[in-house]
Structure formats: structure tokens, C-alpha cells
């Protein structure tokens, strides 16, 4: 390929998005990502666990939204509607989950009233430190860790009263076939329209001035007039003392402030593929008092608290997700000591013995985000100084550097929403430059 129009680090939804607009376009791209594969953080595998298809990352779409499904109906890609029961485990018992929790009103209301920012867990101390709130300072923590895998010293109440008044409980999808076949889709047709992705090729420097920059990976040097940095904001908040850091020359030291005040979650999602869906074994079946036949969500209290079926797609998998600053504890923990966790949370949620869990599990994938090489987190949250920081860092520098990711766009944060939105609205800002 001859010299690059533009370059672009990070072959995930928005670095891909973004190559595809600009090929599309006519220009020439080059799209260097340092995994040996690209989508980041969608990832599904197959041959896992019999024909199922897994997500070890992105696996729901989160309702109607337009970049995802536009796409999906581009690229012809199917899906299908989830949905089905939501139980939770408490004291040995299994029950059908109340979506009532007393107080929320209470809470909205005083969020409402709020008129400077703080942390989520500041509003909770200063708001709500009676013994009477303990069950609705509970499921705040655990909306805030679970869903938004946030740290609640950090986590900003504004963005979290907004997220939650704009709840519709909308439906959400699957991809039939997994995630990855959106960013393959998109891999493809970059290429065939005559730009080029590498894999296996981390950025470890970059040497800019204004329309010019050069990165350099695995020991070779790549010019182009303009750059897309779509790498994970935990990327950019390194220090020069991490393998994973990337250099500016000049260094651009007011982005990275600006990096540091934006949030960057953790999380454990554990995949078990059993013989048989062991949920519906008689012994948890009696539990529940009767059929999990359209169980989906099973929520604890346990180490690994959220475990999820497949639900409508009848199979033996079960995941099992942990978010916030208890995932980022146990990203050390080795995949056996996870795994140990996670099959001890499981009988106690319903109340199996673990040889029973062990004896029908045939297979396990831990999917350790936030130690993974090149992501180390799960994906971005609000933090009372995000908003400014996101503004400054939405101006290219030097109408020469561009950031964009999921962490980046206003609106759908941390989705792969967020992420298709914003490679595409990169796009569109440099095609709108001379
Ligand atoms: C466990 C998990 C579950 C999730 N579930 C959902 C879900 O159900 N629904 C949903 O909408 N979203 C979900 N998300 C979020 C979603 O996956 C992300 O928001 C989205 O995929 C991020 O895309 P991105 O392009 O911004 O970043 P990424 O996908 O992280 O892409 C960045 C790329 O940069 C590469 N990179 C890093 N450093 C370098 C370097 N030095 N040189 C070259 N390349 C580099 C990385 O390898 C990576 O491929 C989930 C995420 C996780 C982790």
C-alpha cells in the first residue's frame, strides 16, 4: 500500500466504523490494531460449547438503536428478540424478581433536586445513610457495579439520574450468529474497497505535527497526513512505566489530563457450558417452585452475582458477569480461582452441591477484561469531570490527531452504540476538513 491517507489505531466497532466511512469515501486507510484480531471488545467465539455462539465481550444490543441495527441491516445480519424471566437467589430461596425497590422515588426525587454534580456514593452518604435505605443504597451499588461496572466513589449522579429516568425497558436483541459478524462485515468491506487493517501491529509511539504523523509498531514506521487514535480510554490513561503505553511527541499533555478524568469500568464475564441446562434440574426447579423454562436473569448476592441463560436459544450456557472495583480486585486471580468462585456462587444460588455443577460442566471460558492485554477495563462511565474533558477531547489537535471510541460519544456510553456513532461522526469530521 502506498502512503496512507489516514491512520487509524484500533480495529474495534469504532476504528472499524470509521475506516469503513472513510474508504467509502474514497480515501486510503490503514487500520493497525494490536490483537491478533479485530472487533476489541466484541468478541464471539464458536465450537465453544456444541454450535452455540458465545460473546466473551459485547452480546445485547440494547434496544432500537440505529447505528447498530442499521448496519445489521446492511450487512443482512440477523437477530432475535430476548426477553423471558428475571429471578433472584437471597437466603437459599429462589423467586421471581420484584422490580419494585422501596425508596426509588424517594431517590429520584432528590437526585432531581440535586444542583451540583458529586459521586453517586457521596449522594448515598449525604442522602440516604439510614438503616431504612439499606436495601435501596444496596440496589443503587448494585446497578451502578453491575450494569454500568463503574466505581461509585467516582461514578457521577447526574449521568446516573439521567440513565435511569430514560430506562424504557425497551426490548433487547441477539445477534443470531454473535457480534463479531458486524465487525467482520465491516473488516471486509474496508478491504475490499482497497484500504488495509494489521493485525498483530501495537502502536507503541507516535510523531506528529500538524498534517503530518508517524506511528510506529513492531519496528516500522507508518505516515499519514491525519490519525484516529480508537484505542480504550485505559489505554491513553497509562503511565510511560506500562507496556501497553503509547508515546506523543510532542507529548500532548493536556488530553492526557483530560484522559484521566473520564471513567473506565472493570468486569468478569465467566462462560460455562454444561451437558444440560443444570437451572432446570429438578432440584432447582423445586426451589423455584416450578418451570425455569423462560428463565434469563438469575441476580445474587453471591461473588459472582449475575448469571444469565441464553433464553429464547435453549442451550447449557450459562454466564456470569461481576462489574466495578470488585471485578478490578480479582483481575490477578488466576482463570482456575475464578472459575472456583464462580461454580461455589452457582450452588449457592441454587443450592446444587459444586460436584453436581462440576460433574456437568464440559467446558469454561473466563473472560478477564480488565487484565486483558490492550483493553484492561470494560468500558466507559461518567464521572463528575467527565463532561468537560470529553469536550476538550472531541477537538482533533491540530486538526492532525482524532480520538473517538465508545468512551468519546455523548449519549449510549459504553455501547457498542457509542462506539459505531462515533467512528462514524470522526469520519464525517475529517471529510469535512480540506
Ligand atoms: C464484557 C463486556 C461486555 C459488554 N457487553 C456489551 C453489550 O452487551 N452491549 C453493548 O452495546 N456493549 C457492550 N460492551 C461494550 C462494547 O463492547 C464496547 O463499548 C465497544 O465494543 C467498544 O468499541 P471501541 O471500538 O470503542 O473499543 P475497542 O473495541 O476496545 O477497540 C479498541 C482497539 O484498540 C486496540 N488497541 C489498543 N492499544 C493498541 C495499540 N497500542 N496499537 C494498536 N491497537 C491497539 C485494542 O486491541 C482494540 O482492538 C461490553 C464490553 C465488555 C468488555
Known amino acids: 500500500?502506498?502512503?496512507?491517507?489516514?491512520?487509524?489505531?484500533?480495529?474495534?466497532?469504532?476504528?472499524?466504523?470509521?475506516?469503513?466511512?472513510?474508504?467509502?469515501?474514497?480515501?486510503?486507510?490503514?487500520?493497525?490494531?494490536?490483537?491478533?484480531?479485530?472487533?476489541?471488545?466484541?468478541?464471539?467465539?464458536?465450537?465453544?460449547?456444541?454450535?452455540?455462539?458465545?460473546?466473551?465481550?459485547?452480546e445485547f444490543v440494547h434496544g432500537k438503536l440505529p447505528h447498530t441495527l442499521g448496519l445489521l441491516k446492511e450487512a443482512g445480519i440477523t437477530?432475535?428478540?430476548?426477553?423471558?424471566?428475571?429471578?433472584?437467589?437471597?437466603?437459599?430461596?429462589?423467586?421471581?424478581?420484584?422490580?419494585?425497590?422501596?425508596?426509588?422515588?424517594?431517590l429520584m426525587q432528590k437526585l432531581n433536586e440535586l444542583e451540583q454534580d458529586m459521586s453517586i456514593g457521596d449522594f448515598l452518604d449525604a442522602n440516604f445513610n439510614g438503616p431504612q435505605y439499606h436495601t435501596m443504597r444496596e440496589s443503587v451499588i448494585a446497578f451502578a457495579e453491575g450494569f454500568d461496572t463503574a466505581d461509585i466513589s467516582r461514578a457521577s449522579a447526574f449521568a446516573l439520574r439521567d440513565e435511569w429516568q430514560e430506562e424504557d425497558f425497551e426490548a433487547q436483541y441477539r445477534i443470531d450468529k454473535g457480534y463479531s459478524a458486524l465487525t467482520d462485515y465491516l473488516a471486509a468491506q474496508i478491504e475490499q474497497r482497497g484500504?488495509?487493517?494489521?493485525?498483530?501491529?501495537p502502536v507503541i509511539s507516535i510523531e506528529w505535527h500538524a498534517g503530518q504523523v508517524t506511528a510506529t509498531a513492531n519496528g516500522k514506521r507508518y505516515t499519514a497526513s491525519k490519525l484516529?487514535?480508537?484505542?480504550?480510554?485505559?489505554?491513553?490513561?497509562l503511565d510511560s512505566s506500562h507496556p501497553d503505553f503509547i508515546s506523543f511527541s510532542p507529548e500532548i499533555i493536556e488530553q492526557r489530563a483530560a484522559m484521566q478524568k473520564l471513567g473506565m469500568g472493570a468486569v468478569l464475564k465467566i462462560l460455562l457450558a454444561f451437558s444440560e441446562p443444570i437451572?432446570?434440574?429438578?432440584?432447582?426447579?423445586?426451589?423455584?417452585?416450578?418451570?425455569?423454562?423462560?428463565?434469563?436473569?438469575?441476580?445474587?448476592?453471591?461473588?459472582?452475582?449475575t448469571w444469565w441463560t441464553q433464553h429464547p436459544v435453549e442451550n447449557g450456557l450459562l454466564t456470569g458477569w461481576l462489574g466495578g472495583p470488585k471485578a478490578a480486585a480479582m483481575k490477578d486471580k488466576t482463570d482456575e480461582e475464578i472459575l472456583h468462585i464462580a461454580i461455589a456462587a452457582l450452588a449457592n444460588i441454587f443450592q446444587l452441591a459444586p460436584s453436581f455443577i462440576q460433574e456437568r460442566l464440559v467446558a469454561s471460558h473466563i473472560a478477564n477484561w480488565t487484565a486483558q492485554p490492550y483493553i484492561l477495563g470494560s468500558y466507559g462511565y461518567d464521572t463528575v469531570e467527565s463532561k468537560q474533558a470529553r469536550e476538550l477531547l472531541s477537538a482533533p489537535i491540530g486538526d492532525t490527531i482524532y480520538f473517538a471510541g465508545e468512551s468519546f460519544h455523548i449519549g449510549d456510553m459504553g455501547l457498542v452504540e457509542a462506539a459505531l456513532a462515533s467512528g462514524k461522526e470522526t469520519a464525517q469530521k475529517i471529510l469535512e476538513t480540506k
Open 1 to 58: 500500500m502506498d502512503q496512507p491517507d489516514i491512520l487509524v489505531i484500533g480495529a474495534g466497532a469504532a476504528g472499524l466504523r470509521a475506516a469503513y466511512e472513510l474508504s467509502k469515501a474514497g480515501k486510503k486507510v490503514l487500520v493497525l490494531e494490536a490483537r491478533t484480531l479485530t472487533g476489541g471488545r466484541i468478541h464471539t467465539i464458536t465450537g465453544f460449547a456444541g454450535d452455540t455462539y458465545a460473546e466473551l465481550g459485547a
Open 79 to 106: 437477530y432475535h428478540k430476548t426477553g423471558g424471566e428475571m429471578w433472584q437467589a437471597e437466603n437459599g430461596k429462589l423467586t421471581q424478581e420484584d422490580q419494585f425497590i422501596e425508596h426509588w422515588d424517594t
Open 195 to 201: 484500504s488495509t487493517i494489521l493485525t498483530g501491529t
Open 228 to 237: 484516529i487514535v480508537v484505542v480504550p480510554v485505559s489505554i491513553l490513561q
Open 279 to 305: 437451572w432446570r434440574s429438578e432440584q432447582v426447579e423445586q426451589l423455584a417452585g416450578r418451570s425455569l423454562e423462560n428463565a434469563s436473569f438469575f441476580f445474587s448476592r453471591e461473588a459472582i452475582p
